[in-house]
Nanobody, 115 residues
Framework: QPQILESGGGLVQAGGSLTLSCTVA????????MGWYRQTPGKQRDLVAD???????NYADSVKGRFTISRDDAKNTVYLQMNSLKPEDTAVYYC?????????WGPGTQVTVSS
């Protein structure tokens, strides 16, 4: 059984919205710092949003004001609400602890934004 399972990706037009979910097969309240990453072919996996130790949220400049990370520890789930999507947001999205990786990577969920 995978430790992490991401879902919610799909094909959307530019300007549209998607909500990604990440279900963790462990108690997420053990991991204060959870984050969402994304990767495109041939490039490194980049952190786009995460929680700080004090529960604050942090965002990459490229998604600030458009993406919102949230969590429901009762459901061991982390979410990423993505609004005003752009073609450059096209990537496979993953979640994990941040900035250090403590869990096995899940399969990710593909997000494709058409222009």
């Amino acid at each position: 059984q995978p430790q992490i399972l991401e879902s919610g990706g799909g094909l959307v037009q530019a300007g549209g919205s998607l909500t990604l979910s990440c279900t963790v097969a462990r108690n997420t309240n053990r991991f204060k710092r959870m984050g969402w990453y994304r990767q495109t072919p041939g490039k490194q996996r980049d952190l786009v949003a995460d929680f700080g130790n004090d529960g604050t949220t942090n965002y990459a400049d490229s998604v600030k004001g458009r993406f919102t990370i949230s969590r429901d520890d009762a459901k061991n789930t982390v979410y990423l609400q993505m609004n005003s999507l752009k073609p450059e947001d096209t990537a496979v999205y993953y979640c994990n602890t941040s900035p250090n990786i403590y869990l096995s990577w899940g399969p990710g969920t593909q997000v494709t934004v058409s222009s």
